[in-house]
């Protein structure tokens, strides 16, 4: 049996003299392994980097087998992040959820076709690619059965002045109904109801603490595993980025 496919390499593990245990995701038939002959080589080594879109083809004798790989570059995506820390912390980030996350040889097209689109954007700078990197999140968590319903006040019912998120039911909530509640509750970045602040760090940073809270607790904690080491990276190096609030004036 075989298939051939345009594939974003998620995760590269060694095995044996040379070889490597590829996962990639495709459209057609979702996350996917394979053993690459000489995967691990030096000049095999720049082809399989998690994040690069590649054209492979898969062969094995039974459908159920690990079956091999081998693979042409189409876009070096892992080479553009190289120069920009924040990029490469996204790109490491999203191959991590996506080869931990989803289930093997299930077919995603819409987390397929969303990472490809963040792939082919690199260049462009992860500020201009991280409110689409947090709805790609989001995408993911309805992808695994955990998505957040962003639609109408759990409370009220109303579509308007939606600002915080149930952490339990991952249901909006409006600013009236959220006030009693507002320490328990998850804030919601703008930018995933469609409107501004899509290049503000601290939105951003709302949108990291959303997410991360339903993959946690849902996609990773359900299954007793914790989140990729390269997503906690990844909001950590975003909270670096972000002033803290200011302290209180003491009272005169």
């Excluded at 040379?18 to 996962?23: F, K, L, S, Y």
């Excluded at 392994?33 to 399989?48: C, D, E, F, M």
């Excluded at 957040?148 to 308007?160: K, N, Q």
């Amino acid at each position: 049996m075989e298939w051939q496919a345009p594939a974003i390499v998620l995760e590269a593990r060694p095995h044996g003299e040379g070889g490597a245990v590829i996962a990639v995701l495709t459209e057609d038939h979702g996350r996917h392994l394979g053993l690459a002959k000489g995967g691990a080589s030096r000049s095999q080594a720049g082809l399989w980097q998690p994040g690069n879109l590649v054209e492979v083809r898969w062969i094995g004798r039974l459908a159920e087998q690990l079956g091999h790989f081998t693979g042409e570059m189409v876009h070096p995506s892992a080479a553009l992040a190289m120069d920009d820390p924040l990029s490469l912390a996204l790109l490491q980030s999203a191959c991590a959820l996506a080869a931990d996350a989803l289930p093997e040889r299930e077919a995603q097209p819409r987390v397929f076709s969303g990472l490809l689109t963040l792939m082919a954007n690199l260049g462009r700078g992860a500020g201009a690619m991280l409110a689409d990197y947090i709805r790609w999140e989001a995408l993911l968590l309805e992808a695994l059965g955990y998505g957040l319903d962003l639609s109408s006040c759990a409370v009220t019912g109303m579509a308007g002045h939606l600002t915080h998120v149930s952490p339990r039911t991952g249901r909006a909530v409006s600013a009236e109904a959220a006030e009693p509640f507002r320490d328990r509750l998850l804030p919601l970045p703008l930018f995933l109801l469609g409107g501004q602040d899509e290049r503000d760090p601290a939105e951003w940073l709302k949108g990291l603490r959303l997410t991360g809270h339903f993959l946690a607790r849902d996609a990773f904690g359900a299954r007793h595993r914790p989140m990729p080491p390269a997503r906690e990276r990844l909001q950590e190096r975003l909270a670096a980025l972000v002033p803290p609030p200011p302290s209180p004036t003491p009272a005169a």
